[in-house]
């Protein structure tokens, strides 16, 4: 596949004042991070009951509509894992105009995640500092919720991202996956197998080719016709990617998605004292722009060209879709400019789109 044309980019000093920024930065940005998501999230979960006027402003243009994955996309835009970690909010993020949500990350067991304070904003940045720790309800918990979602004529493509629980042992991981691919797979569009998040303890060691082939094998095996796809963090060395590039085409996966945040702090404005402050954590947002650009560039000079890649990483404005999309990425995600941007975050995507002219070309 190819992709047309390119676009230039406003500066966040440049782009305009809306409502919702005006709310983020009297109100929103005062408030506790992820006291503000779940206030949002009540929000997006409410928007289907509106009857559709919602989704009569916010969906993408037929023009924009991208076959990957052996199915149609809406667009070639969508929010990333972390956001819906429950699978409680597809639809409502579906009227908001993101051409799939990818749910997760969920766990074979319901976990609590790490201690709060968890996630911090960087916002002179653009960035977010999260360690979340997989957070979430359990696999068995968002199959009900998927299957319902998937009920609606109306609705994004709706991807489960799944991860290891916090207290199943690195050498058990596999059953883990396992477990809740069997589960999540009959109902979902694809399978995504998050072995990058930062955040639990062990789990990057997972990108390990040794440990990495058995594990993708069993997943692939459980996911049967469901399209799979591997998550990579961004602080890999090239080796490190083509190596799980060609493991990933072996063995016959759909694709890859690159990336997940990082543990990286360089190029940051804020004050290295209150970053320090913050703590760990996976950093996500405009720093990680330039490299999640590069590690796309860098599969792609190995991939073949039908291997969908889904690219994420410091997206924000439609000019920063186009640029993955003119890299080579299949589709292309966000999620925190979501906190900067607000609820017509993905619509606007969508119209800058259009305004360029952009189209999927066999």
Aim: positive net charge.
């Amino acid at each position: 596949m190819t992709q047309t044309p390119t676009a230039t980019s406003a500066s966040p000093s440049s782009a305009p004042v809306t409502p919702y920024k005006v709310l983020f930065s009297t109100v929103l940005k005062r408030m506790d991070p992820e006291r503000a998501h779940h206030l949002a999230f009540t929000v997006i979960r409410a928007l289907p009951l509106l009857g559709g006027l919602v989704r009569a402003v916010c969906k993408p243009h037929e023009s924009l509509r991208v076959h990957a994955l052996g199915m149609d996309f809406p667009s070639p835009f969508g929010l990333a894992a972390g956001f819906d970690k429950n699978a409680a909010g597809i639809l409502g993020l579906g009227e908001l105009g993101f051409g799939h949500v990818e749910v997760g990350t969920v766990t074979r067991h319901a976990q609590d995640g790490n201690p709060k304070p968890r996630m911090f904003r960087l916002v002179p940045d653009r960035g977010l500092i999260n360690r979340m720790g997989f957070n979430n309800e359990g696999s068995a918990a968002a199959v009900p919720r998927i299957e319902r979602a998937r009920m609606k004529r109306t609705r994004p493509v709706i991807g489960a991202n799944i991860g290891k629980s916090r207290v199943t042992d690195v050498a058990d991981a596999t059953g883990d996956y396992v477990w809740s691919a069997e589960r999540l797979a009959p109902i979902s569009d694809y399978l995504a197998v998050n072995v990058s998040s930062p955040n639990t303890p062990g789990l990057r060691g997972l990108q390990e080719l040794e440990l990495l082939e058995p594990l993708l094998a069993a997943v692939k095996r459980a996911a049967g016709e469901t399209p799979l796809l591997v998550k990579i963090a961004p602080d890999m060395e090239d080796e490190q990617i083509d190596g799980i590039v060609a493991l990933a085409v072996r063995l016959g996966l759909d694709g890859i998605i690159a990336t997940n945040t990082t543990i990286s702090r360089e190029g940051l404005t804020a004050q290295a004292a209150e970053v320090a402050a913050m703590g760990a954590g996976g950093l996500s947002g405009a720093p990680l722009a330039d490299r999640s650009l590069a590690v796309l560039e860098r599969i792609r000079q190995t991939a073949p060209a039908d291997f969908c890649v889904i690219a994420v990483g410091g997206v924000t404005s439609a000019a920063d879709v186009l640029a993955r999309l003119a890299a080579g990425a299949t589709l292309v995600q966000g999620f925190t400019a979501f906190i900067y941007e607000g609820p017509l975050w993905a619509r606007d995507i969508n119209r800058g789109l259009r305004r360029a002219g952009w189209r999927q070309r066999s």
